[in-house]
């Protein structure tokens, strides 16, 4: 009898930058991994205006750096490594010198990476937990950096951080685009809708988009609505409510992959 906790268990992956990772963890729990990459994650098109918020950083015309991913943060730095390798030291020596600002784990593990760490992590890995945290802060007259969140123009945190009277300039330093063709994303609601897989879960918004960009909204709240829905964190919770999806499991704190996995073993040992 096969003991793993998951052995006879289908889960949907739609990740793609740690695919493999991430099927590995659910596969050594003994589960059958339909891996169905929805999002592919590029550089910026066009790198001019990224170097150009590089080369202004590195001169020291900012007091604060907001950074909401760590894919963000080292994508900018490989942006720098091709097309201006001389700027890396000093764009590197004024993130030291900046007060560093991070939305979540993610970005806080590439400050790391450079030996650094954040001066102040959002309460929540959220654009609200990153407002209240600087709700009580001084920002009149500070100059801010913002890295998006692919080309999400974040409309709310630039907002506040301007009518606190602080100077903004926001960074792209990568986009999104669709990993799977549109036929691929067809077939998986196909399976979701016939019950042939027990859960999906969900890593990023942009997955959660592509599916209700590829298909009609009732397909895909009809296809959703048989499996366990998993998400990442609050992030991605939130986006699949406003669609009118409820993610029945979510990692407690760390929002990482290895406690969704976790997570995702306990509740479907649960359902069992």
């Known amino acids: 009898m096969d003991i793993s906790p998951l052995a006879g268990r289908t889960v949907a992956v739609p990740e793609a930058r740690e695919l493999e990772v991430f099927a590995a963890l659910l596969e050594r729990r003994g589960a059958t991994v339909l891996r169905c990459p929805l999002v592919a994650i590029l550089d910026a098109p066009d790198p001019a205006p990224v ?20 894919e963000g943060l080292r994508r900018l730095r490989g942006c720098i490594e091709r097309h201006d390798p001389a700027l890396g030291p000093a764009f590197l020596t004024a993130l030291a010198r ?25 309460a929540q890995p959220t654009t609200a937990g990153i407002i209240a945290s600087l709700a ?13 969140y692919g080309t999400e123009p974040n409309r709310p945190l630039i907002e ?34 016939a019950g042939e897989v027990d859960a999906i879960a969900f890593t990023s918004t942009p997955q959660v988009e592509r599916l209700f960009a590829v298909a009609a909204a009732d397909e895909v709240r009809a296809a959703l609505a048989r499996p366990l829905v998993a998400a990442v964190g609050p992030v991605v919770a939130a986006a ?18 290895k406690p969704l996995t976790a997570a995702l073993e306990e509740a479907l040992r649960a359902s069992a």
């Open 136 to 148: 009580e802060e001084k920002l009149a007259g500070r100059r801010i950096g913002v890295q998006l």
């Open 160 to 193: 506040f951080l301007e009518r606190a009277g602080a100077a903004v300039q926001t960074v792209a330093p990568y986009i999104y685009a669709g990993a799977a063709d549109d036929a691929a994303v067809h077939r998986l609601l196909a399976q979701l809708a």
């Open 240 to 257: 699949l409510e406003r669609h009118g999806i409820e993610a029945h499991l979510m990692p407690e704190e760390a929002f990482f992959l």
């Open 51 to 70: 170097l150009a918020f590089a080369r202004d950083f590195a001169r020291g015309s900012y007091d604060d750096l907001i950074l909401t991913t760590g």
């Open 98 to 122: 900046v007060r560093k600002i991070t939305r979540g784990p993610k970005p806080a593990r590439a400050l790391r990476e450079l030996g650094l760490k954040p001066d102040l992590a959002a």
